[in-house]
């Protein structure tokens, strides 16, 4: 369960839960426990680099396919696995997915039992074929290929790269004591990317599955799976690199003149805008005649308040004020919008696609764990 988390107008994120000494000390026990029983890296069973992706039913796919065939169309010719539970894609999907040259892979029926959907990230990068991972959310666009990130001098240094949220962590979050790394910095990640090295990160991969595995206790601490990664790293005192340019929000101007962010922008190890990460208005939930990549806001200072209001739709977005800049959104930014509009349209004109739809809208509203709907006649 990922308990509801708040933040201040500062960035602050707060929780709504206090552990005591004990449950602390257990907590902490928990991990420190679990550290010398991890396996050996598997030399021979991983290889090369890739792409993976956690994906799964009908808002998740419909990103899937417009993510990879935004990879294919910025000439990035690694290979991809789309992860995913057993009930969640239809056979056709999945062949859908594979046309784009993506392989779909199933965890392990245990999992399911297991693991929140939202704790499957770093199950899918261990459990891939890949040595080498760029881990993508399924709503995260790129705007050139990024194979080059794996040359980056960061990540030869490091074997990692993690990319920032607009949050920080209260101090006072009990989390800091439960993984022994008080003091430590604040900042949050953000992890609709990540790029790493699983050779030379597998402990640290295999602690932040650890945390993910006891999501009932920890995700009343953190929000999801984007810091189980940033605490097992310092957890284990294994030094990482985070990009330094601050997130940005790409949204657009209401009718009122309020800023809608609805999408983060995240940069490279040069400030040079790469992923755009539609977190806010997935394409499942996207007007083919709407556009919302209009105008770039950046953090200038900490001088900036935050908030998430609701907007004329009746839908939240980012708000941020104070120290900002806004910029026009480059004309390679709308045309990927543009690209990417052509590829629902596309998309929903599928007859495979618009029964899908209405198979896991079926199985959602029934509450189903199997696969049985792909097979039921309507």
Not at 10 to 25: H, K, L, M, N, Y
Not at 29 to 50: H, Y
Not at 168 to 195: W, Y
Not at 321 to 340: M, T, Y
Request: some cysteine; proline content about 4%.
């Amino acid at each position: 369960m990922m308990n509801k988390f708040m933040f201040n107008d500062s960035g602050i994120r707060t929780i709504d839960i206090e552990f005591d000494a004990e449950a602390i000390s257990h907590l902490r026990n928990v991990w420190q426990k679990s550290v010398p029983n991890f396996p050996e890296f598997p030399s021979r069973r991983f290889s090369g680099k890739g792409i993976v992706i956690a994906a799964g039913g009908l808002s998740y796919l419909t990103c899937t396919y417009i993510t990879l065939k935004n990879l294919r169309r910025s000439g990035c010719k690694l290979p991809v696995e789309v992860w995913h539970l057993s009930y969640e894609l239809s056979e056709e999907m999945c062949g859908l997915l594979e046309s784009l040259d993506a392989k779909c892979r199933v965890f392990n029926p245990l999992v399911e039992k297991n693991f929140n959907s939202v704790a499957l990230k770093p199950l899918a990068i261990i459990e891939s074929s890949f040595e080498e991972v760029l881990y993508l959310d399924a709503d995260n666009l790129v705007l050139r290929d990024p194979t080059y990130l794996f040359t980056t001098e960061p990540y030869k240094q490091f074997g990692q790269i993690f990319w920032p949220d607009f949050w920080r962590t209260d101090i006072n979050n009990p989390i800091f004591k439960v993984m022994d790394c008080e003091g430590a910095d604040a900042r949050e990640h953000e992890s609709g990317q990540l790029l790493v090295d699983k050779r030379r990160c597998w402990q640290a991969l295999n602690l932040a599955l650890t945390i993910n595995k006891y999501h009932a206790i920890f995700y009343h601490l953190v929000y999801g799976d984007k810091d189980t990664f940033k605490f097992a790293w310092l957890a284990l005192r294994k030094e990482y690199y985070l990009i330094s340019t601050p997130v940005a929000s790409m949204g657009y101007y209401s009718e009122s003149g309020e800023f809608h962010g609805l999408t983060m922008g995240q940069s490279d190890d040069t400030a040079n805008l790469l992923f755009l990460h539609r977190n806010m208005r997935k394409w499942d939930a996207t007007l083919t005649t709407e556009r919302i990549w209009k105008v770039c806001r950046s953090v200038q200072s900490a001088d900036v308040k935050f908030s998430m209001p609701l907007g004329e739709d009746g839908t939240r977005h980012l708000h941020i004020g104070g120290d900002v800049v806004d910029l026009p959104a480059d004309p390679a930014v709308i045309h990927l919008e543009s690209s990417c509009i052509n590829d629902l349209q596309e998309l929903r004109a599928l007859s495979s696609y618009q029964l899908f739809v209405l198979q896991d809208y079926i199985r959602t509203k029934r509450g189903l764990k199997d696969s049985a709907v792909f097979h039921a006649t309507f």
